[in-house]
């Protein structure tokens, strides 16, 4: 895994190169109103915010911990790693801590439990009056689609938060699919070993048995799309060269690929 402080806090260094529009931008899960001055930096994850003189930074970051330990631990875990002081916990499953990042601000971090083995996680930052208040507002803005995932899936090499309004089943230990509630469009994953397959053959093999006839490679990965019972079916497969990762979407229109673009960023990797 990354390094915690790394991955989660990295929007201190980030450097903007425009300026960000003030818009309402969503995120899956929710949705944020960036405002003038303020850039949304989506990495895996996390949605880092960085105002754009990088005086000030939020980033947010919803995620599970493995079966058998507890966000507390992790989060006791992430305030080790950043080498961060003053734990703090209340009766609400809230735990936070503050550490310097190296821009020499401090942050604060907050980790909340939500159901299950699932969190939320913010750490915010912020040099000065001004940037304080426009952080406030940046983060007053948040909307919530739903308070939490309803439904995780746990297979062998990934997670899958699945929000409000899909639904799904795990196939094996290995791949999941998910459905739109008014089924006009799904998502298909496969994350699993290549079991001395060369990643050029199963890309063949895929492509055959889904009957498509436009297979394309870009750098080590392949797409191909096909028709199915009237839908188009756009599938994306790579390899690490230990496992292999196969997408297929499936939707009726633009507007059923847009919805599951939105799910990219609650897959996550184990």
Not at 38 to 52: H, I, L, M, R, S
Not at 72 to 84: C, L, P
Not at 107 to 125: A, C, D, Y
């Given at each position: 895994?990354?390094?915690?402080a790394?991955?989660?806090f990295?929007?201190?260094l980030v450097?903007t190169?425009?300026?960000?529009?003030a818009e309402?931008?969503?995120?899956g899960?929710y949705?944020v109103?960036v405002?003038d001055?303020?850039?949304?930096?989506p990495?895996?994850?996390?949605?880092y915010?960085?105002?754009?003189?990088?005086?000030?930074s939020?980033s947010?970051m919803f995620g599970q911990?493995?079966d058998?330990?507890n966000?507390e631990q992790?989060?006791?875990d992430?305030?080790?790693?950043?080498k961060?002081?003053?734990?703090q916990t209340n009766?609400?499953?809230?735990?936070e801590f503050?550490?310097?990042?190296?821009?020499?601000?401090?942050?604060?971090?907050?980790i909340s439990?939500l159901s299950g083995n699932?969190f939320?996680?913010?750490?915010?930052?912020?040099a000065?009056?001004s940037?304080g208040?426009e952080?406030k507002?940046?983060?007053g803005?948040m909307a919530?689609?739903?308070?939490?995932?309803?439904?995780?899936?746990?297979?062998?090499?990934?997670?899958?938060a699945?929000?409000?309004?899909w639904?799904?089943y795990?196939?094996?230990e290995t791949?999941?699919?998910v459905n739109?509630d008014d089924?006009t469009?799904s998502?298909?994953?496969?994350?699993?070993d290549?079991?001395?397959?060369?990643?050029?053959?199963?890309?063949?093999?895929?492509?055959?048995?889904?009957k498509?006839?436009d297979?394309?490679k870009?750098?080590?990965?392949y797409?191909f799309?096909y028709?199915?019972?009237?839908k188009?079916n756009v599938?994306s497969?790579g390899?690490?060269?230990?496992?292999?990762v196969l997408?297929?979407?499936t939707?009726n229109d633009?507007?059923?690929?847009?919805?599951i673009s939105?799910?990219?960023?609650l897959?996550?990797r184990?």
């Amino acid at each position: 895994m990354k390094s915690l402080a790394v991955k989660i806090f990295s929007a201190a260094l980030v450097l903007t190169a425009s300026c960000a529009l003030a818009e309402v931008k969503d995120f899956g899960l929710y949705t944020v109103d960036v405002i003038d001055g303020w850039t949304a930096v989506p990495q895996g994850d996390t949605v880092y915010f960085v105002k754009n003189d990088n005086s000030a930074s939020w980033s947010v970051m919803f995620g599970q911990v493995p079966d058998g330990a507890n966000v507390e631990q992790y989060a006791r875990d992430v305030m080790n790693q950043t080498k961060g002081s003053d734990f703090q916990t209340n009766d609400k499953g809230t735990y936070e801590f503050t550490f310097p990042n190296p821009n020499g601000q401090e942050t604060h971090v907050m980790i909340s439990e939500l159901s299950g083995n699932n969190f939320m996680q913010w750490g915010i930052s912020a040099a000065g009056a001004s940037a304080g208040e426009e952080l406030k507002k940046l983060i007053g803005s948040m909307a919530m689609k739903k308070s939490e995932p309803v439904k995780t899936f746990n297979s062998k090499y990934f997670t899958f938060a699945v929000p409000s309004g899909w639904d799904g089943y795990e196939i094996d230990e290995t791949s999941v699919r998910v459905n739109k509630d008014d089924e006009t469009a799904s998502m298909y994953v496969e994350i699993a070993d290549l079991d001395g397959w060369e990643i050029d053959d199963l890309a063949e093999f895929y492509a055959n048995e889904c009957k498509a006839d436009d297979l394309e490679k870009d750098g080590a990965s392949y797409t191909f799309s096909y028709r199915e019972d009237g839908k188009i079916n756009v599938a994306s497969l790579g390899s690490d060269g230990k496992v292999y990762v196969l997408v297929i979407n499936t939707a009726n229109d633009k507007a059923g690929f847009e919805a599951i673009s939105k799910l990219r960023g609650l897959i996550k990797r184990k």
